[in-house]
């Protein structure tokens, strides 16, 4: 099975910065990666899939890149409705797993 | 747009079963397939299962393995999830998450809002 490691666990970042998640998997899954974000209280929403491509709807502000076993999401500009907990998420095939998610705050 | 709504919370003594269903929007389910995805209190995100449009299998994490059991009533657009024997560690948020046919993959474009499931004695 494919583990999912997010870093960091927490950030803490000003307005307007640009913030970067890091994922590692185990072993190598392609490009089929995606990241969500859930709001506390709230379900996930889906922002990346395919390890960059942006679902319809979401900021642009929003960039997933990498491949393989290294991935990241950056959020450029951060605001204020960015607080969140973000999670990546390995869909390769059975069973799919999740990374253990990066809190950001502001 | 999918919407997914799902029954209320549960309370539920150790070593009981729990039914959560998942209803989708009108002639919804024919281009999804279903996933459960659950969330213990202060916790990350946890697959449990679900059906794979692309070879016909369901499949299960290992830990649920014989416990649950995710059935689809497409006639009524209403996905179920059991889970028997449960302990106070499967205290979690249960959501259902489908998956558009057309996608490569168990990508989750759409969410139920969540269940509430406690266990206690």
């Known amino acids: 099975d494919t583990q999912m490691t997010q870093s960091p666990s927490s950030l803490s970042a000003s307005l307007g910065d640009t913030v970067t998640i890091t994922c590692r998997a185990s072993?190598?899954?392609?490009?089929?990666l995606a990241w969500y974000q859930q709001k506390q209280g709230k379900l996930p929403k889906l922002l990346i899939y395919?390890?960059?491509t942006l679902q319809s709807g979401v900021p642009s502000r929003f960039s997933g890149g990498g491949s393989g076993t290294e991935f990241t999401l950056t959020v450029s500009s951060l605001q204020p409705e960015d607080v969140a907990t973000y999670y990546c998420?390995?869909?390769?095939?059975?069973?799919?797993?999740f990374g253990g998610g990066t809190k950001v705050e502001i | 747009q999918v919407q997914l709504v799902q029954s209320g919370t549960e309370v539920k003594k150790p070593g009981a079963s729990v039914r959560v269903s998942c209803k989708g929007s009108?002639?919804?389910?024919?281009?999804?397939?279903m996933h459960w995805v659950r969330q213990a209190p202060g916790k990350g995100l946890e697959w449990m299962g679900g059906?794979?449009?692309?070879?016909?299998?369901?499949y299960f994490a290992q830990e649920f393995q014989g416990r649950v059991t995710m059935t689809e009533d497409t006639f009524a657009d209403t996905a179920y999830m059991d889970l028997s024997n449960l302990r106070a560690d499967d205290t979690a948020v249960y959501y259902c998450?489908?998956?558009?046919?057309?996608?490569?993959?168990?990508?989750?474009?759409?969410w139920g809002q969540g269940t509430l499931v406690v266990v206690s004695s």
């Open positions: 998450a489908a998956v558009p046919t057309s996608r490569r993959g168990y990508i989750f474009d759409f």
């Open positions: 009108r002639n919804s389910f024919s281009d999804l397939a």
């Open positions: 059906f794979d449009h692309e070879d016909g299998e369901r």
């Open positions: 072993q190598a899954i392609g490009n089929f």
């Open positions: 395919a390890a960059s």
């Open positions: 998420h390995n869909y390769d095939s059975a069973p799919v797993s």
